[in-house]
């Protein structure tokens, strides 16, 4: 059967019968998780519930909910479908976001949640000028974080359109709508705590479904990964080329160079991904924070082991020819591998797909939750009660900005994710590292760590390395010039590289520094004294 079939039968053929399985599990899960989000609605009552959960969760909890928040449909849908169709480089995305996790834990995570209350903003603010400084953090937050949504969106569109047979691109773009309006849903409902329980929800299924696939992949070769990847090596065409480097990454001086900007970017950039640190907040001491990291890493860890099977397996048991037909960019690899391994005239296949296709689902609506609060609380914490209102709104005020915020950016990310539909989900995560690395990443550095960081240092590199990273992007092959590319059918790309990372995060870092050098602005030295002491120990903090 080809790959084609598993989505043409889904539309009208063998596997039609089994529609209503699939259909009855992801109503299902939507149903829990908006019962969850009504019930989580309903214990919020101030911004602190709205931001940061009330700070009632725990380390093993907010653990879950880390893992579940940073394990995206780039994780789950894009590195299966890299590592399905270009092998070892594919995987270099798997060994780039776990890295970059150590870095973010290394250099950020507990310092911010020390220092700060509800955003990124928060520590920025804290010793310098707060309007223009939590204006320049909430433009970048957003920024980024519909950057990440973009992904989410292609994800659910490419991934329900397989199960449903839906092949015009109007069915497509009316799920991604869906997508954008239950997580609107889920964000001004439930804000931090109903998000929380949803990420949790979602990650317990997850690992319970990539354990499931990697078992019975493994199963198929007798527990012999030598002979799983011999199989990929020999299916994929390219012989013992599909496990040496430079696939997708060797071929040219330009390719080699996309891999090394790549590389920078996701392994900087969780540091500066606003989703992610805001969960940071939700817990109520710095040691909850740190059980909570160890927590992350071991769960973590664990999945990007396993992507090995997911995407080997794919390339072992399904012709990449076929995984291109059903989507160009490689994002149905893992829920096809579920049909090949079940069987793909079997109800205990169409059962499987059904399952990894639910979770993927609920990857999707878990992680397009979190990024819509982030960006949603950067707005109405930074830049709607500290700079429009001077810090005079009221908590009920702000709470309900960010919910008017969460529809407004639903709506953008629904416009920008049917544009997005075709482009392999883990690239367009990599950009948004890339934006995070370039205009958040140094200036939290310098902040926490840089005695002598003024106002202007931060202005220049939030926007100097946001409008660089942007820049580069929409004049990439990313954007035109290229049948992958958001606009194949014109052609305007200047700059060579998929990645902007190679230039836009040095860019960053240096204009933070410039603009340091060459203001007026005289840095507060006590306090930095203050903010030392506070991100190091904890003191004072929230």
Request: aromatic content about 10%; charged content about 10%; hydrophobic content about 55%.
């Amino acid at each position: 059967m080809s790959l084609a079939a598993p989505a043409l039968t889904l539309a009208a053929g063998e596997a039609g019968e089994h529609r209503p399985l699939i259909i009855t599990l992801f109503a299902i899960f939507v149903a829990a998780t908006l019962v969850i989000t009504v019930w989580a609605g309903r214990q919020t009552r101030s911004a602190a519930d709205f931001y940061a959960g009330g700070r009632q969760f725990t380390g093993f909890q907010n653990g879950l909910a880390v893992s579940g928040d940073y394990m995206s449909a780039a994780s789950f849908l894009g590195i299966a479908g890299a590592i399905a169709l270009f092998g070892y480089d594919g995987f270099l995305y798997s060994i780039g976001f776990l890295v970059a996790w150590l870095v973010a834990l290394l250099l950020v995570a507990e310092p911010l949640r020390n220092s700060g209350r509800y955003t990124m903003g928060d520590v920025l603010a804290y010793r310098m000028r707060q309007r223009p400084v939590r204006t320049a953090a909430g433009t970048s937050t957003i920024v980024v974080s519909i950057f990440y949504l973009l992904a989410q969106m292609a994800g659910a569109g490419v991934l329900v359109s397989l199960l449903l047979g839906i092949t015009s691109d109007a069915g497509k773009v009316a799920i991604v709508a869906l997508v954008g309006v239950l997580m609107i849903v889920y964000v001004t409902i439930g804000g931090m705590k109903g998000t929380t329980w949803v990420q949790m929800v979602k990650a317990v299924l997850l690992i319970a479904g990539t354990l499931l696939i990697t078992f019975l992949v493994l199963l198929k070769f007798d527990f012999n990964i030598s002979d799983l990847l011999g199989k990929a090596a020999e299916n994929s065409g390219k012989g013992s080329a599909f496990l040496e480097p430079g696939l997708k990454y060797g071929l040219t001086p330009t390719s080699k160079l996309d891999f090394l900007s790549l590389g920078i970017a996701l392994v900087l950039g969780t540091a500066g991904l606003p989703h992610i640190l805001i969960r940071f907040y939700t817990v109520p001491t710095a040691k909850a924070a740190r059980k909570s990291v160890n927590w992350a890493i071991g769960i973590i860890g664990a999945f990007y082991l396993m992507t090995i099977a997911l995407g080997f397996g794919a390339a072992a048991l399904i012709k990449p020819d076929e995984i291109i037909k059903s989507n160009p960019a490689g994002n149905t690899a893992a829920p096809l591998l579920a049909l090949h391994v079940g069987g793909t005239d079997s109800t205990w296949g169409a059962v499987l797909l059904a399952t990894i296709s639910a979770v993927a689902f609920a990857t999707i609506l878990a992680v397009v939750a979190g990024l819509t609060l982030a960006s949603s609380s950067s707005f109405a914490h930074d830049i709607y009660a500290n700079v429009i209102k001077k810090g005079k709104a009221t908590e009920q005020q702000e709470v309900r900005a960010a919910r008017w915020a969460t529809v407004l950016i639903g709506i953008v990310s629904i416009a920008l994710g049917a544009l997005s539909r075709d482009l392999n989900v883990a690239g367009l995560v990599a950009l948004a590292f890339a934006v995070a690395a370039s205009a958040n990443l140094p200036t939290i550095l310098y902040s926490l760590f840089w005695k002598r960081f003024t106002t202007t240092g931060a202005l220049w590199s939030i926007y100097g390395g946001l409008l660089t990273a942007v820049g580069l992007v929409l004049f990439s092959p990313v954007v035109s010039g290229k049948a992958t590319s958001m606009f194949p059918d014109v052609d305007f790309h200047w700059f060579p590289l998929e990645n902007p990372g190679l230039i836009s995060i040095p860019v960053g870092f240096l204009l933070g520094w410039l603009g340091t050098l060459l203001s007026k602005d005289e840095p507060d030295a006590a306090k930095y004294a203050e903010l030392e002491v506070r991100s190091l120990t904890g003191t004072g903090a929230h």
